[in-house]
């Protein structure tokens, strides 16, 4: 498989590998620690989807400066490092159990990521420019993307076992620990980078950094200050009177503007030969938010279903692994029937005062009578993270099955374009909702658990569809741009993961108002179908573009 391939793909593969077991393992039990009673910070659904969601709405915005301060000033080697390091720190902080330190951990990893994610991505495409790997490019970012998942299929595995037999501040510890593996494995392949990692510098025409704080960064910060600020109508389920349901989410959308405004602008200014190449590519980013908006789903509202629709008890053979690797608590039933098992809020005026008052759902409240284990018995249930580790699990099985595909149309001369395959991409993960539509008819909306293949196929089938458009973005994104700020553009591609990463917080901070759980996901298979069929319109217009480029 490597030896097609530049030398340096290896380490930058391992790097990315490592870095994603540090932050899936974060992710995968960031929400269920904030949710927890007795050793997190006791939040309610709400107010963690909507603290997930600014995470890693804000994780993905920050590549924007990200990229240009490699592209002008660091290059990519020291940009890489950097990121790391302020990466690994923050997941060793979040094992800090007091809320401050929390937000100062939540910071290193969000500005860590914007000088790590970008760069590497972009260090990957700069190795492909050559001749001789130039139609190798998109099979090279879907290998690197299996070794993004290799890290977030195994990540989770040892979350689970370390938060049940030493807590919480041992998950996030390990985290740390692998995202300074990677940094190491980065530094490894150094020999290999050459000149690739270098700075490009600022270009003629290109705007001064000065320029960029004064007209960029400084009116982000004004205006995610006034969307903070800003207040709407109070309502039963807007209590703070939030413009958009939450003071984060007002604060999050106003500093996006000036960030957008500066990607326009880029167009408008463009050299006439970049133009449409810059144009299909921001088309591309605007369309793709909304995909991201409900993948990302999987940490939060998915993860929610994992802990309280799906049936998560096992016997035999598995219950024995399972408890001897630590990736599963038992519970006494008749113990667990009176004890804290999960928690939920509702929120009470009482003489005016707003009180939080809680009450504690059982694992078993909603298991059908006839499957109700007998009083006292001990009985066994994995970990809810684990349900993190299906998707990566089916990256790393389809990936190979996806390259061969195209691998074998390329030698046909039936490849299908970029755009192509990311519409594709659309279409296949709007399909993926469905199964969960009939995941809650089969549960009776909630009322009895179902199987964990419900999560299995869902996850299945936009895993096909997050390998036709993911990886796709990312070499798209290296084909098209102007050389001179190919990482700027690359910090675009996660400007707009990160809207739509805060799409999908906004979303999931939605699903206890659903009475119904089918209509929570009709409204997310809407919006992928919208995606869908936007995507197919606009393509005819972006082939064009990659024909006139000569890439495909």
Request: charged residues 15%; proline residues 3%; hydrophobic residues 45%.
């Amino acid at each position: 498989m490597w030896k097609s391939h530049p030398k340096a793909l290896p380490y930058l593969f391992l790097s990315e590998m490592w870095e994603r077991f540090g932050y899936y393992l974060m992710i995968g039990i960031f929400t269920l620690y904030l949710k927890d009673v007795e050793s997190g910070f006791a939040l309610t659904e709400k107010e963690a989807s909507d603290l997930y969601g600014t995470f890693i709405a804000l994780v993905f915005l920050t590549p924007f400066i990200g990229g240009l301060v490699a592209d002008r000033y660091w290059g990519y080697k020291k940009s890489i490092i950097i990121g790391g390091l302020m990466m690994g720190i923050g997941y060793l902080l979040m094992g800090i159990h007091n809320i401050t330190m929390l937000y100062v951990a939540m910071t290193l990893v969000i500005i860590g990521n914007g000088f790590f994610k970008p760069n590497i991505s972009t260090l990957l495409g700069n190795f492909y420019s050559e001749e001789q790997y130039k139609d190798k490019k998109d099979e090279g970012y879907n290998i690197f993307y299996m070794g993004i998942n290799v890290g977030a299929f195994i990540c989770n595995f040892f979350g689970a076992a370390l938060q049940i037999l030493l807590g919480w501040q041992y998950a996030f510890m390990a985290a740390g620990v692998g995202m300074f593996i990677g940094v190491i494995v980065f530094l490894l392949g150094t020999k290999h980078y050459g000149n690739k990692t270098d700075k490009k510098g600022t270009q003629e025409g290109d705007m001064p950094f000065y320029k960029i704080v004064l007209f960029i960064l400084l009116p982000s910060a004004v205006f995610g200050i006034i969307g903070w600020l800003l207040k709407g109508v109070a309502s039963d389920t807007n209590l703070n009177s939030s413009v958009f349901g939450s003071d984060s989410t007002d604060a999050f959308i106003f500093a996006c503007i000036p960030v957008i405004f500066f990607y326009g602008s880029l167009y408008f200014k463009a050299k006439a030969e970049d133009k449409r190449p810059i144009g299909a590519l921001l088309t591309i980013f605007s369309v793709v938010i909304l995909f991201w908006a409900v993948f990302k789903l999987n940490g939060s509202a998915l993860t929610t279903w994992a802990d309280r629709y799906t049936d998560r008890e096992i016997s035999g053979t598995t219950k024995s692994v399972f408890n001897n690797l630590k990736l599963a608590k038992e519970i006494d039933y008749k113990k667990d029937s009176t004890e804290l098992y999960d928690a939920a809020f509702r929120i009470q005026k009482e003489n005016g005062v707003v009180q939080k008052t809680v009450d504690y759902p059982i694992y078993f409240r909603n298991v059908a009578q006839e499957k109700l284990p007998k009083e006292e018995a001990k009985v066994s249930i994995w970990a809810t993270n684990l349900s993190q580790s299906i998707n990566p699990g089916w990256v790393i099985i389809l990936t190979p099955l996806v390259v061969a595909l195209f691998t074998f149309l390329r030698g046909r001369k039936k490849e299908p374009s970029t755009p192509t395959k990311i519409a594709f991409g659309l279409l296949i993960s709007a399909l993926s909702v469905l199964v969960m539509i009939a995941a809650v008819n089969m549960g009776a909306n909630g009322t009895e658990k179902v199987s964990v293949w419900w999560l299995v196929a869902n996850y299945g089938i936009i895993t096909i569809g997050e390998l036709f458009l993911s990886p796709m973005g990312l070499s798209v994104v290296s084909k098209l741009s102007p050389t001179n700020i190919t990482s700027l553009m690359m910090g675009g591609w996660f400007l707009s993961t990160s809207i739509g990463n805060k799409l999908s917080g906004v979303l999931a901070s939605l699903w206890d108002t659903y009475d119904n759980k089918q209509d929570f996901f009709w409204i997310n298979f809407g919006l992928l179908m919208f995606a869908t069929l936007l995507m197919f319109v606009l393509l005819k217009q972006l082939n064009g573009v990659m024909k006139e480029k000569g890439i495909n």
